[in-house]
């Protein structure tokens, strides 16, 4: 399946750099762990980081309902950006200078998530993003703390998909010329030791393996 | 030297995140290597990932004059936002998961940059930022390459840090219960090992300090 590209999703700059499958943008959400997500306020923009999770073909966010940038986004246009930075592209030139990565843009309105069911799903959704296996080993939510928690939904029917990788893309002159090193230095995102919370007795429960082998 | 919030750039979910230090502003910004750009396109906001450079109290940013999202972005309202995930915060209920990261939410309005001295000046430290050394070592701008690139400067007057660290926050009951493990999974962003260009003579030029070293 592929992505049905509209005005504002289609990529016009640097059009190579597209994808256009459902995979693909599958693949992009699926791997990160933090969203910037865009709300208009007063006219203005305003753009904040924050967890998220997919269910087929909706990304949920979610937060307090005490937040003040979600009492804004209910109907309201949203955009919902996620990217991975995997190398700085170093050329002969500056300008040639470039990063490689993997970014989704996804266009929708924000939807508040009402019914219970739904709302369960995707709070699964977005601890499973985040944390894989912590719904399971964690305490499930209670009756106050859903109460607590705004959940909204973004269709991801509008989205583009942009992908840069490879060397970089230096003038023939430069290359000719020599002298200057050109590459690619990736760059990963790791995960370090487990660091057990100091409230946790010492020997009552080891990191259990969804965490510690991650 | 204090941030001055207005009303935008005032916190008011978690307060005790905040920080409010000109300082820390500068912190997080300088140690990034990609900002999410916020604009409003016909009511809509749009969210773009790209690299940036801060020089005092200006952040720049820049694109190619064919990009539409900069068509119009000149006087316009904008967005710059700056994270660093820093680490999963596992919690013995799915209700205190949470991340800790350092996070900088700047609001303001696009400025085009036209002086020569000071787009040469911004789109150094764009570089720099991106790639430390590079201004240096690679070959310096064109006037055609000047001609094409557009640049962007953010005043720093209004922003907001927002930085979270340390064990997750559970509820006393979760922890007395025990049988859960909780803590923190740090996440890093590394540098792998240099990738030369394949258009590079393998003994012309090896990976320079300034690339190898970071």
Same mark, same amino acid.
């Given at each position: 399946?592929?992505?049905?590209?509209?005005?504002?999703?289609?990529?016009?700059r640097?059009?190579?750099?597209?994808r256009?499958?459902?995979?693909?943008?599958?693949?992009?959400?699926?791997?990160?762990?933090?969203?910037?997500?865009?709300?208009?306020?007063?006219?203005a *923009?305003?753009?904040? *980081?924050?967890?998220?999770?997919?269910?087929?073909?909706?990304?949920?966010?979610?937060?307090?309902?005490?937040?003040g940038?979600?009492?804004?986004?209910?109907?309201?246009?949203?955009?919902?950006?996620?990217?991975?930075?995997?190398?700085?592209v170093?050329?002969?030139?500056?300008?040639?200078?470039?990063?490689?990565?993997?970014?989704?843009?996804?266009?929708?309105?924000?939807?508040?998530v009402?019914?219970?069911?739904?709302?369960?799903?995707?709070?699964?959704?977005?601890?499973?993003?985040?944390?894989?296996?912590?719904?399971?080993?964690?305490?499930?939510?209670?009756?106050?703390?859903?109460?607590?928690?705004?959940?909204?939904?973004?269709?991801?029917?509008e989205?583009s998909?942009?992908?840069?990788?490879? *060397? *970089?893309?230096?003038?023939e002159?430069?290359?000719?010329?020599?002298?200057?090193?050109?590459?690619?230095?990736p760059?990963?995102?790791?995960?370090?030791?487990?660091?057990?919370?100091?409230?946790?007795?010492?020997?009552?429960?080891?990191?259990?393996?969804?965490?510690?082998?991650?």
């Open positions: 399946m592929s992505l049905s590209p509209t005005p504002r999703s289609t990529i016009t640097l059009r190579e750099r597209a256009s499958a459902q995979g693909d943008l599958y693949a992009v959400l699926d791997a990160g762990l933090v969203c910037h997500l865009g709300l208009v306020r007063d006219g *923009p305003v753009v904040l *980081p924050t967890g998220y999770g997919r269910i087929d073909d909706t990304v949920y966010v979610h937060g307090s309902t005490g937040a940038y979600l009492r804004i986004a209910d109907g309201a246009p949203i955009c919902l950006t996620v990217t991975h930075l995997d190398g700085v170093y050329a002969r030139s500056v300008f040639h200078h470039s990063m490689n990565y993997r970014s989704a843009v996804v266009h929708g309105t924000a939807r508040a009402t019914d219970p069911a739904e709302r369960l799903a995707a709070l699964r959704a977005i601890v499973e993003q985040l944390s894989p296996g912590s719904w399971e080993h964690a305490r499930q939510p209670t009756p106050r703390e859903l109460a607590a928690t705004a959940v909204f939904g973004i269709d991801l029917a989205a998909v942009k992908v840069r990788t490879g *060397p *970089p893309g230096d003038d002159e430069d290359i000719a010329t020599g002298g200057r090193w050109a590459g690619v230095l760059v990963r995102t790791v995960f370090g030791a487990p660091e057990p919370c100091p409230t946790l007795p010492p020997v009552d429960v080891p990191a259990p393996e969804h965490v510690g082998a991650r």
